[in-house]
């Protein structure tokens, strides 16, 4: 009995009569006498010895097991442990009496309530990643046609027999188009699809230059602090990075609905000890560049924080949000490689802590981006190749080049693009969708680029760069263009292309 790894404790009715080495541990004593001649009840709750005693009178057997019951063993110096008793009823001299094995399980309700918490923690990513690709999905067919809105209805304004009073609806229409491409750049963002292009950034800079705008979005009533911590040179998108810190005050305003002060600190933090981010994603120990956004509004409760990144997740009337702004948040901070820790309560405000990823030491720009305007005009007797397998946004980037004055080849995929030039002869420009069904447009470069190698080619994707490397369908020597597609920013982009054709 001594060397058993559970306590035992013998009860006679009234007192304990015996306690081996375990039991005088898990009390928290020092010697066998501060538990000999005690009352059991100063130790356990009387439900328990109860329960003992209506199993002996209920069943009669002096050696009947009483199933393992979970209690509350409270120790000498006033805490208490959980753990399980096992009881062996019996009768002495008449006395209802006990047999007691006590164990501690504390740590195995610890290890079960990480289980379960890594469980909810796996099903909560899982569930983020599966709406993320839906997301991502829905956003890519929206903004093709948006692209196809945004580009009929610029026709539309630029057709000198649309009556004058038929105009103010195309700019509505327009204006719709517009917002619904912002909202899908909030589902790319959230869905980790969104163009992305890293670069070296100054934290502190970044801060400074977007006060201005969040000090506007807070409004009357709301003050704005901004600490600015020493250097840190972060790497990140700086767009998207002035997204999220937006979005973060635009919550907060919300969370502040009769003032408050939103604080705003940068600097640069060193983690370790294994700190945990939302949907308990576990931070790797290092150096990163910190940004926290702490506001003095309502707060969160445990299970608005549980749901806070979910799109369209919202706690704002109806009409008065999409419930993107977070998402996007989450979504961004994946993309570029960064992590959030949220900390918030009722009534005590929120804070968002937002790990970025240090500059590494060489700084390598991406190409994947839409060119910068090009002053150049359109160079006589230029052919161009559009391919597209979306009919109503290969129309729309056909008559948007055909109205710049372009002689447009179309194919509604590579293999017929292929066919086209078997036909007409080498384009001037080549303007391809990235995925599309049977040859893609890397795969439809590689092919034409074989023939002739200073070919200049754009793509045309809804998808980040990143994703497009990780599908395997972007070629990094070339050039893609941003969907939704604008007629404008479209023949510029092709403009600049062509320039940079002649220039070399």
């Given at each position: 009995m001594e060397l058993a790894p559970d306590g035992i404790l013998i009860h006679d009715g009234e007192q304990i009569v015996v306690a081996n080495a375990a039991a005088v541990r898990l009390v928290g004593a020092d010697h066998r006498d501060q538990l000999i001649g005690r009352p059991i009840d100063a130790f356990f709750h009387p439900p328990y010895l109860r329960a003992v005693e209506e199993q002996l009178v209920r069943s009669g057997d002096q050696a009947g097991l009483v199933p393992p019951v979970r209690d509350v063993l409270c120790r000498l110096d006033g805490s208490e442990i959980e753990v399980e008793v096992t009881a062996i009823p019996f009768v002495d001299r008449g006395r209802a009496s006990a047999h007691l094995v006590v164990r501690d399980i504390t740590e195995r309700l610890a290890a079960q309530a990480a289980a379960r918490q890594a469980e909810e923690f796996l099903q909560q990513a899982q569930k983020m990643e599966a709406v993320g690709a839906l997301a991502g999905g829905v956003a890519h067919e929206v903004n093709n046609m948006m692209s196809v809105v945004l580009g009929f209805g610029t026709?539309?304004?630029?057709d000198p027999a649309m009556p004058e009073a038929r105009l103010p609806?195309?700019?509505?229409?327009m204006k719709a188009a517009d917002r619904a491409a912002v909202v899908t750049g909030e589902l790319l963002a959230f869905s980790r699809r969104a163009f992305h292009k890293p670069k070296v950034l100054d934290l502190n800079a970044l801060v400074r230059e977007v006060e201005p705008v969040v000090r506007r979005l807070l409004g009357e009533g709301r003050?704005?602090?901004?600490a600015l911590g020493g250097p840190c040179r972060v790497w990140v998108d700086r767009g998207q990075l002035e997204q999220v810190v937006v979005n973060l005050a635009l919550n907060a305003r919300h969370a502040m609905?009769?003032?408050g002060t939103l604080t705003i600190t940068t600097a640069e933090a060193a983690l370790e000890g294994g700190v945990s981010g939302?949907?308990?994603?576990?931070?790797p120990d290092g150096r990163y560049g910190l940004i926290a956004?702490?506001?003095t509004g309502v707060g969160m409760d445990a299970a608005t924080q549980a749901r806070i990144f979910e799109p369209f997740f919202t706690t704002k009337p109806a009409g008065e949000g999409t419930g993107l702004g977070l998402a996007a948040v989450y979504g961004i901070m994946e993309q570029n490689k960064g992590y959030i820790v949220v900390a918030s309560a009722?009534?005590?405000g929120t804070t968002f802590r937002l790990y970025l990823p240090l500059s590494p030491d060489a700084t390598v720009s991406e190409r994947m981006e839409e060119p910068p305007p090009s002053a150049a005009g359109t160079p006589a007797g230029v052919t161009l190749l559009v391919v597209e397998d979306?009919?109503?946004v290969r129309a729309v980037v056909v008559r948007s080049l055909e109205g710049g004055g372009f002689h447009v080849l179309q194919a509604s995929d590579g293999a017929m693009a292929l066919q086209v030039v078997d036909r007409e002869g080498r384009p001037d420009l080549v303007l391809t969708d990235l995925m599309m069904p049977g040859i893609g447009g890397t795969e439809l470069a590689r092919r034409l680029k074989a023939r002739w190698p200073d070919l200049s080619i754009l793509y045309m994707s809804g998808y980040s760069a990143e994703d497009l490397r990780r599908q395997g369908a972007a070629d990094p020597e070339c050039v893609t263009i941003q969907k939704p597609l604008r007629p404008e920013s479209l023949l510029r982009s092709v403009n600049a292309a062509l320039a940079a054709r002649t220039s070399k």
């Open positions: 026709f539309l304004l630029r609806d195309v700019r509505q229409i003050q704005l602090t901004v609905p009769s003032g939302y949907a308990g994603v576990s931070i956004v702490r506001d009722p009534g005590r979306e009919p109503a």
